[in-house]
């Protein structure tokens, strides 16, 4: 049975072959968009160079227990439900906006 604070740390239900994947098929979509957008639509703006942050704060929640974020780095302990919480927070944050700037911005 999980534990409500199993679910912060992904490597704990998530198995890595699905994680890896995750973060290869976000890849994949950001190279393709991008070309899309820069070479094929002649589309000006820098809102997909700037989504590269949200892939970069999706795979540490996948991988790693910090998010590295200027001017300092968040930790997330186990034991914090409400810095899990944010930690979760975070990682939607970050999907959305992956999605928002991939294919509605700069259009």
Avoid at 6 to 23: A, G, M
Avoid at 70 to 83: C, K, L, N, R, T
Wanted: with cysteine; net charge neutral.
């Amino acid at each position: 049975m999980m534990k409500a604070s199993d679910l912060i740390w992904p490597d704990k239900w998530i198995p890595f072959r699905v994680r890896v994947s995750v973060v290869i098929v976000a890849w994949i979509l950001w190279f393709i968009v991008s070309y899309l957008k820069y070479f094929v639509f002649r589309v000006d703006g820098v809102l997909q160079l700037i989504s590269i942050y949200p892939i970069i704060i999706i795979w540490t929640y996948l991988f790693d227990k910090t998010i590295p974020m200027a001017p300092g780095s968040a930790y997330f302990e186990a034991d914090d439900p409400g810095v899990q919480a944010v930690r979760c927070l975070a990682f939607g944050t970050a999907v959305v906006a992956f999605f928002g700037m991939l294919f509605i911005g700069d259009w």
